[in-house]
């Protein structure tokens, strides 16, 4: 999930998209890198991303992967259901928090 | 490509590059070369098991378990040789005997004729649907020679209309008399076959034109060598047929025996018939039907379309003839034209076709035997598969892999004993004919029809023998089969409770 909602900014190449996960996260979430690739077969052979060949910024030949209309679609259900489980989380620790606080 | 194979083929580069993008950031971040490199393996992590993690992504899950129940079933068969000999002979037996009484059907009735295009090459019969008197020498099918003139002066069909008369018997004089069985041709026969004479030459236009003038005749390749002992200065000298001279002009190829499954020894012109069979004037009767004909159809017009363009000509001829009404059957050439011999042909065949596939009924009914005796001995070992969690499909497949095998091997044995010892039984069953009847010259060399036969074959006594001992063998009772076994089973139970999620 976390890959989808990276290349919904765009297309990127492998190391571009680690890169962006700890920094859009402030360095909270650590990708171990070697776990990239698998996952970015997986979701190629899920077709909800492609890849294409092309250049990257330093001139250097790389592998592109982009979003495809099913990892869109996909990334909408995994996000809602991310939501509605924080949500529910959310829910059950804040009777808690007001308890703490009375 | 497919997509899985330039998946995994880019793999390693993909990583060496990432690693020396990693290595470069740290560069610039000032951390020495060296040390820049270390950290970015660091923090990859294992590069080779992300390697296998991502190609086992694209692995496929049946072919591997195939291949893994293809090792293990050789092995299985392997360890109980007595079994898989007696099982692979049986099999072999039942469908070597009948894939050796396909090829033989297929020589006779399926296959087309040896000549270049065959496929273009039609037979042409009638059938009569009224009640008049005909003639009749050899097959009522035939057409009497007026009616090979009309259709062959009509038709637009065909770029060759050829006629013969088959099994002419003739004396063939000299210094031993011997009986020969010849074809009476038109003058085009070996042109629309496109089956030039090896030596020599085909029937030229002046061969063909008096009646009783032309005493020409190519002879086969089996006669030349046979009688003439290969002599090459044939071409050019006589011989005595029904005590007529005859030069022969030419020798046909080896292969070439006409196009009956009786072969042909010599060849002569129409204009001859008269001569050849004395006393029968066919050639004069318009009411005779004698002669068999072959079309070559012209490039790019269907079969459809020949039996239309035919039957108009029929329609016409019928009409000259008051009472008369005849039907065409057309269809591409092979060794038996005939309706009336293709409607023989059907329950000869059925018959034939049965009998051998209940031989090798027999065959699967004794290997299903042997695999279900021994699957009793198997029992503990498959009960401890299903213990460990094997699916009861897992299993099928399993065993169903085994009983394959078996089949594979034995069909491949069955074919090969066949296709090697079928021609020399029946030249034997050929030798015992009583003597006056003449030898059938079938070709029973395999092609493609007789291999996907005996594979189909393969396939389904596979499935016949072996689908009843595979799913006896897999039903689910394990506690009665391991104790039976003499294992006894102890289920443990874990202690303690699993980890909480937050």
Partial sequence: MLILGTLILGPMHGHAITKAIEFNSDDVLQVEQGSLYPALHRLIKRRWISVQEGTSENNRRAKFYSLTAKGRRQLEIETSKWGKLTGAIARILRPAESESKS | ?502
């Fill in chain 2, 1 to 502: 490509m497919s997509r899985r194979k330039k998946m995994i083929e880019g793999l390693d580069q993909d990583i060496r590059e990432h690693l020396e993008r990693e290595t470069q950031d740290n560069i610039d971040r000032g951390i020495s070369p060296a040390e820049a490199r270390f950290a970015a393996l660091r923090k990859f992590g294992n590069v080779t098991q992300a390697k296998e993690s991502a190609r086992e992504v694209w692995s496929l899950l049946w072919l591997d378990q195939l291949l893994q129940d293809t090792r293990f079933g050789l092995r299985m068969l392997w360890r109980t040789p007595e079994l898989t000999f007696a099982a692979v002979l049986a099999i072999a037996l039942g469908i070597g005997a009948n894939v050796g009484i396909f090829s033989v059907l297929n020589g006779i009735a399926l296959r087309l004729l040896p000549v270049l295009g065959a496929e273009q090459i039609v037979s042409v019969s009638q059938i009569f649907h009224d009640h008049l008197t005909r003639n009749t020498h050899n097959e009522t099918s035939m057409f009497s020679y007026s009616e090979y003139l009309e259709y062959r002066r009509q038709s637009r069909v065909f770029s060759g209309l050829l006629a013969y008369e088959p099994f002419v018997d003739a004396t063939l004089g000299g210094d031993t008399v011997q009986q020969v069985l010849g074809t009476v041709a038109s003058c085009n026969y070996f042109e629309v076959l496109g089956e030039h004479p090896a030596q020599g030459r085909g029937f030229l236009a002046t061969d063909c034109a008096a009646l009783g003038g032309n005493t020409v005749v190519v002879i086969s390749d089996d006669l030349w060598r046979g009688r003439f002992a290969a002599d090459p200065l044939l071409i050019g000298k006589r011989i005595i047929l029904n005590r007529i001279a005859y030069t022969v002009v030419g020798i046909a190829h080896g292969g070439f025996r006409g196009t009956e499954p009786i072969p042909s020894s010599f060849w002569i012109p129409l204009s001859m018939q008269k001569v050849i069979e004395p006393g029968q004037n066919r050639l004069a009767d318009d009411n005779m039907s004698w002669l068999a004909l072959l079309g070559r159809v012209k490039p790019g017009i269907t079969l459809d379309q020949v039996r239309a363009g035919l039957a108009v000509i029929a329609s016409r001829i019928d009409r000259l003839h008051p009472g008369r009404q005849t039907s065409l059957t057309v269809h591409v050439a092979t060794f038996l034209v005939r309706p009336e011999e293709r409607a023989a042909l059907i329950p000869v065949s059925s018959v034939l076709l049965v009998a051998f596939g209940l031989i090798l009924l027999l065959a699967c009914a004794n290997v299903a035997n042997l695999l279900l005796a021994r699957s009793t001995v198997r029992h503990r070992e498959i009960a401890l598969r299903q213990a460990i969690g094997a699916g009861r499909g897992r299993l099928l497949r399993q065993l169903l892999t085994e009983s394959f095998l078996l089949s594979l091997m034995g069909g491949a044995l069955g074919s090969v004993l066949a296709l090697s010892s079928f021609p020399t039984l029946m030249r034997f069953a050929m030798a015992q004919l009583p003597h006056p009847f003449p030898a059938v010259s079938v070709n029973i060399l395999p092609d493609v029809r007789v291999l996907v036969y005996s594979l189909m074959l393969t396939l389904a006594t596979g499935i016949v023998f072996g689908l009843v001992p595979a799913l006896q063998s897999s039903r689910p009772d394990v506690n009665t089969a391991l104790k039976e076994g003499g294992l006894i089973l102890i289920s443990a139970t874990r202690g303690g409770k699993c980890c909480a999620i937050l």
